[in-house]
Structures are given as structure tokens and as C-alpha cells.
């Protein structure tokens, strides 16, 4: 009798919790510094769950260690919907790359939902003797060994977007890690390498300019802002998707009405006709959607990069 009245009052008191939500601030941890794509993001939807929930959403910087510190913090947060994990392609990496980390993704984070897709560019420099991917796949089998290409860091999606390029089309290309995606991409500039997977933030500017030349996209469609740029696959490169992500996840045992809450509210945030007008102007796909949808997408994305990650031999730095 008393195991029922105890479980009668939890489920009261998870009822009531729920219906008043949100009574306090609520706290959104960005896994990466200021001033990025996924903090601008975070914090433009902010500003529009504050108006439309009636209390402040903050944003937390957690960066480093690819976001591994900032999902702990959420992870051993408590499970009531005030902290929230600004996840993105990382929470599909890391497993695979990472012998030990300090939570159990698939178990300690429940989906709310996916925001935007985040397509790149394979580029080269404007010294690399190739105008499309099938002269630079050819220069890449006429001369082995002899083309570089970097990264933000080994296990980061620009290196296991490049190690899929070269996995589908057969091709031995170096890999040069850096410490970050702004010494990567200056490194391209300056030709120390001839080959980066970059974002379309910052890729697309240099090659507005002219500086290098842009050879594929790595979404499934052209690109609204560049559609002279082909897709991998249009471009040969069969099959070849690569996309980053980022979305929402709570600590699991975050009771679902309070989920459902924070999904609607998300999804009716990403419906701003401006919002939307500056996502797209940053390379963004807009997403949304059900918590359902977002679990499968993550789930095959962890599949997806587990077979590169186990291909490339990439270990973290």
C-alpha cells in the first residue's frame, strides 16, 4: 500500500511539475565558444523560447574536448527540463571515438529534436590543379601520397567527412590535423594543404572571392546560396552525404510533457520567417520535427560514422 501511495505522489508531483514549467530560468549548454554557428544559433532561439515561455533562456559555454565537457555538465544535471544540451554531430562521433567517456550518450540523453542541418564544402586551393572532384579524384590517383588535406582536429567531422570522400572514391589523400577549423582553413588559404572539408559559414566567403574554389557540396541538394556548386553525388562521388547537425537533448528521465513542451516550442521558433532567412544565409538546412524523428536520425548517424571513424583509424588528440 505504501509502494502505491508512493508512486501515486510521484506521478502527482511530475504532473504538477510539468504543468507549471517553466517557473524558473531555463539553461541551454552550448559545447563550444562564443561567437560559432551553433552559439549564434542558440542563442537566436533563445531570445525567441524567452518571449514565448515567459522566462529567461540562457546560454551556457561549455567548450573543448569535442563537447565532451559541456554533455557532462548536462548529463549529471538534474532531469527536470531547466538545462539543456545543445548537441550536434559530435554526440554521434564520440562513442566511436572515444574508448571511455563520462556518460553513456545512448543512455543518458533523450532527443527533443533536430534543428538544422549543417552541409559543407569539399574545397581546394587555388594553387591545386583541379576545377571539380573528378580532376581532383585523378590527381589524387596519378600522384599517391603527394596531396594534403586538413582538418579542425582528427576525429572532428571536416577529417571523417574527407576520410568518407576517400573511403567511396578510392583515393589516398594525407591527413594534416589542426587546432581548430580557423587554422584549417587558413592553411588552405595559404596553400600548406590542398584539400578542406569546411563549413559554408566561412568557406562560402573565399569562395565568393575567388581565393579557392569550392568542387562539391556535401548535402543531399545544391545549396540555395551556391547552386553552381554540385552535390558529391552529382559530382560522382555515388551515395556520398555528409552532414553535420545540431538539436536539442535533455537528460533522460526529463518528464515528457515537458519534452512535447519544448519540441513545440522549438519547432514554432524555427517557423520565423527571419530566423529562417538567417539560418539559410549561414548555409543551414532548417529542420524540426518529432522527438521519434530525431532519435532515428541520430541513431543512423552514429552508425554511419562508426564504420569511417573504424576505416580511418582516427583516435581523439
Known amino acids: 500500500m505504501k509502494l502505491f501511495l508512493s508512486l501515486c505522489l510521484f506521478v502527482i508531483s511530475i504532473s504538477l511539475q510539468a504543468q507549471t514549467y517553466p517557473s524558473k530560468s531555463i539553461r541551454i549548454v552550448v559545447p563550444f565558444p562564443p ?8 542563442r537566436a532561439l533563445g531570445e525567441k523560447l524567452t518571449a514565448s515561455m515567459g522566462q529567461p533562456v540562457l546560454i551556457d559555454n ?22 539543456l544540451l545543445f548537441a550536434n554531430t559530435n554526440i554521434a562521433i564520440n562513442p566511436s571515438l572515444y574508448p571511455k567517456l563520462p556518460y553513456d550518450t545512448a543512455t543518458t540523453f533523450t532527443p527533443v529534436l533536430l534543428l538544422a542541418l549543417v552541409p559543407s564544402l569539399i574545397m ?23 596531396l594534403n588535406y586538413a582538418s579542425a582536429g582528427s576525429g572532428t ?17 594525407t591527413h594534416i590535423p589542426y587546432k581548430g577549423a580557423a587554422p584549417a582553413l587558413n592553411a588552405l588559404l595559404t596553400g600548406e594543404v590542398q584539400v578542406l572539408c569546411n563549413d559554408m559559414l566561412t568557406g562560402s566567403q573565399h569562395v565568393k572571392s575567388g581565393r579557392l574554389r569550392a568542387l562539391g557540396y556535401t548535402g ?32 533522460t528521465g526529463t518528464p515528457k510533457a515537458i519534452i512535447d513542451r519544448l519540441n513545440a516550442e522549438f ?51
Not at 35 to 42: E, I
Not at 230 to 249: C, F, L, N, R, S
Request: proline share 7%; glycine share 10%.
Open 267 to 317: 519547432n514554432k521558433a524555427l517557423t520565423d520567417p527571419t530566423l529562417r532567412q538567417n539560418l539559410s544565409a549561414q548555409g543551414l538546412v532548417i529542420s524540426g520535427g518529432t522527438t521519434q524523428q530525431f532519435a532515428e536520425f541520430i541513431a543512423q548517424d552514429t552508425e554511419r560514422w562508426r564504420a569511417v571513424v573504424k576505416a580511418s583509424g582516427a583516435k581523439p588528440e
Open 62 to 83: 561549455k567548450p573543448g574536448a569535442g563537447g565532451i565537457p559541456g554533455a557532462e555538465a548536462v548529463a549529471k544535471s538534474t532531469a527536470d527540463g531547466y538545462t
Open 157 to 173: 567531422f571536416p577529417h571523417l567527412a574527407i576520410e568518407l570522400f576517400k573511403m567511396q572514391a578510392g583515393i589516398s589523400i
Open 124 to 146: 581546394v586551393s587555388e594553387k591545386t590543379p583541379a576545377n571539380n572532384i573528378q580532376e581532383l579524384i585523378a590527381l589524387a590517383k596519378a600522384k599517391p601520397e603527394t
Open 220 to 251: 543531399s541538394t545544391r545549396a540555395p546560396t551556391l547552386p553552381q556548386i554540385p552535390t558529391m553525388a552529382e559530382a560522382g562521388v555515388k551515395d556520398y552525404v555528409a552532414v553535420g547537425w545540431q538539436g536539442i537533448m535533455v537528460p
Open 35 to 42: 561567437g560559432g554557428s551553433a552559439d549564434l544559433l542558440a
